[in-house]
T-cell receptor, first 116, second 117 residues
Framework: DSGVTQTPKHLITATGQRVTLRCSPR?????VYWYQQSLDQGLQFLIQ???????AKGNILERFSAQQFPDLHSELNLSSLELGDSALYFC???????????????FGPGTRLTVL | AQTVTQSQPEMSVQEAETVTLSCTYDTSESDYYLFWYKQPPSRQMILVIRQEAYKQQNATENRFSVNFQKAAKSFSLKISDSQLGDAAMYFC??????????????FGTGTSLTVIP
C-alpha cells in the first residue's frame, strides 16, 4: 500500500458526460501529479499541483481540469467525455524537496475510466 | 525539457537468468534522481529502485541493481535470478531538482518484460 488513495476504482459513463476523479496523497506529501495511461501505452503526464497551486502542465486537454484543495486532496475533472478518454488515470504524490531522502513518487491504484 | 528513452519495447528472459533493461536520458542538470518503476498486470505502479545522481555507487535492492553512468546519461536495470513475478512493464523515470522545475518527473515509454519458465 503506497498510502495514496484514489476513488472511484472504476467508472463507466457515456460520451458527453462529466466525471470527477479524487485523490488523497500520502500524509505529508505536498505535490500531487495526475497521469493518463491508455491501454498498452506509457504514462502521459497531465498536471502537477504543489500545496494548492498548479506547478506544471503536460498534455492535458482543455476539457480536463484539476485542483488541489487546502487539505491537499486533489480532483481531476473530465468533461465532454469522448471514447478516447477511456484510460487508467493515476494520481501520484511526492515530498517536494530537493534535499536528500525519499524523493520518488508514490502512486495510487488508479481509476479505470470507461466511456461508452 | 528532459527526455527519457527506453529503446527496448519488449524483452524476454529465461527464469533464473539475468536480464538488463536500458534507459538513457537527456539533461543539462547536474543533480537529479533516477528511478525504475514496475507495473505488473495489476497495473499498480511499484517503485523498484532509486538512484541519486550525486552518488557514484550504483544502487542495489536484492536481485535488482542499476548501472548508472552519469557521463553517458545511462541508467540500466539489471534483474538477476529472474522470477515469474518479475514479468511486468518497467518504466524508467527522471526527476528534476525541486527548485528548478518543481520536481517534475519524466517517464520513458516502458519495456515489457516476459519471463519464460
Amino acid at each position: 500500500d503506497s498510502g495514496v488513495t484514489q476513488t472511484p476504482k472504476h467508472l463507466i459513463t457515456a460520451t458527453g458526460q462529466r466525471v470527477t476523479l479524487r485523490c488523497s496523497p500520502r500524509s505529508g506529501d505536498l505535490s500531487v501529479y495526475w497521469y493518463q495511461q491508455s491501454l498498452d501505452q506509457g504514462l502521459q503526464f497531465l498536471i502537477q499541483y504543489y500545496n494548492g497551486e498548479e506547478r506544471a502542465k503536460g498534455n492535458i486537454l482543455e476539457r480536463f481540469s484539476a485542483q488541489q484543495f487546502p487539505d491537499l486532496h486533489s480532483e481531476l475533472n473530465l468533461s465532454s467525455l469522448e471514447l478516447g478518454d477511456s484510460a487508467l488515470y493515476f494520481c501520484a504524490s511526492s515530498v517536494s524537496s530537493g534535499t536528500s531522502g525519499r524523493n520518488e513518487q508514490f502512486f495510487g491504484p488508479g481509476t479505470r475510466l470507461t466511456v461508452l | 525539457a528532459q527526455t527519457v528513452t527506453q529503446s527496448q519495447p519488449e524483452m524476454s528472459v529465461q527464469e533464473a537468468e539475468t536480464v538488463t533493461l536500458s534507459c538513457t536520458y537527456d539533461t543539462s542538470e547536474s543533480d537529479y534522481y533516477l528511478f525504475w518503476y514496475k507495473q505488473p498486470p495489476s497495473r499498480q505502479m511499484i517503485l523498484v529502485i532509486r538512484q541519486e545522481a550525486y552518488k557514484q555507487q550504483n544502487a542495489t535492492e536484492n536481485r535488482f541493481s542499476v548501472n548508472f553512468q552519469k557521463a553517458a546519461k545511462s541508467f540500466s536495470l539489471k534483474i538477476s535470478d529472474s522470477q515469474l513475478g518479475d514479468a511486468a512493464m518497467y518504466f524508467c523515470a527522471y526527476r528534476s531538482p525541486a527548485l528548478i522545475t518543481g520536481n517534475q518527473f519524466y517517464f520513458g515509454t516502458g519495456t515489457s518484460l516476459t519471463v519464460i519458465p
